[in-house]
C-alpha cells in the first residue's frame, strides 16, 4: 500500500488537507504507470533546507525544494525537502496563491521523480507544463 507522508522540521507548518494530498500525489504518479511505495515530504526552514543543499549538492543558494529518490524498480520512494518560507515568497513573486504554489512545489518534487528534469530551458518548460497538468487533477 502507497505511503504518503507530510512532517515539519523546524517550522510549525501544517499541511491543510493531508488525506486528500496524498490522493492526489498518488493520482499523479498513476498517471505515470508508477506506483508510490514511499514518499516522505518535509517542510522546513530556508536555512534547514540550505544546509542540505550545502552538505549534499554543494550548492551555496537557496531553493524551496529539495529530493533524493530512492525509488527502485519503478516503485517510486523518497525524501522531499520544501522551504515554507520560500514557497511563500516565491508565491508572491509569482503572484500565486500560497495553496497553488504549495502544490505545484509538491508536484515539482514528485515529477522529479517519475523522471522530469528542469536542468535546460526546454526541460524547464516541460516540468512547467506537467506541474500544470498535476494542479488540473485537483479536484
Same mark, same amino acid.
Given at each position: 500500500?502507497?505511503?504518503?507522508?507530510?512532517?515539519?522540521? &523546524?517550522?510549525?507548518?501544517?499541511?491543510?488537507?493531508?488525506?486528500?494530498?496524498?490522493?492526489? *500525489? &498518488?493520482?499523479?504518479?498513476?498517471?505515470?504507470?508508477?506506483?508510490?511505495?514511499?514518499?516522505? +515530504?518535509?517542510?522546513?526552514?530556508?536555512?534547514?533546507?540550505?544546509?542540505? /543543499?550545502?552538505?549534499?549538492?554543494?550548492?551555496?543558494? +537557496?531553493?524551496?525544494?529539495?529530493?533524493?529518490?530512492?525509488?527502485?524498480? &519503478?516503485?517510486? /520512494?523518497?525524501? =522531499? +525537502? =520544501?522551504? =515554507?518560507?520560500?514557497?511563500?515568497?516565491?508565491?508572491?513573486?509569482?503572484?500565486?496563491?500560497?495553496?497553488?504554489? *504549495?502544490?505545484?512545489?509538491?508536484?515539482? &518534487?514528485?515529477?522529479?521523480? *517519475?523522471? +522530469?528534469?528542469?536542468?535546460?530551458?526546454?526541460?524547464?518548460?516541460?516540468?512547467?507544463?506537467?506541474?500544470?497538468?498535476?494542479?488540473?487533477?485537483?479536484?
Amino acid at each position: 500500500m502507497a505511503s504518503i507522508r507530510f512532517y515539519a522540521q &523546524g517550522t510549525s507548518f501544517k499541511l491543510p488537507n493531508p488525506r486528500k494530498t496524498s490522493k492526489w *500525489l &498518488g493520482k499523479i504518479a498513476l498517471s505515470e504507470n508508477h506506483p508510490v511505495e514511499s514518499l516522505t +515530504y518535509i517542510f522546513c526552514t530556508d536555512s534547514y533546507l540550505l544546509s542540505l /543543499n550545502k552538505k549534499f549538492l554543494k550548492h551555496s543558494t +537557496y531553493t524551496d525544494i529539495l529530493s533524493f529518490d530512492f525509488s527502485e524498480g &519503478g516503485q517510486l /520512494n523518497g525524501e =522531499i +525537502y =520544501i522551504s =515554507i518560507p520560500r514557497v511563500r515568497e516565491n508565491s508572491k513573486i509569482f503572484a500565486q496563491p500560497f495553496d497553488r504554489e *504549495l502544490k505545484r512545489v509538491l508536484a515539482h &518534487g514528485l515529477l522529479h521523480f *517519475l523522471g +522530469y528534469k528542469d536542468k535546460t530551458s526546454q526541460q524547464k518548460a516541460q516540468m512547467r507544463i506537467k506541474e500544470e497538468a498535476c494542479l488540473s487533477l485537483w479536484k
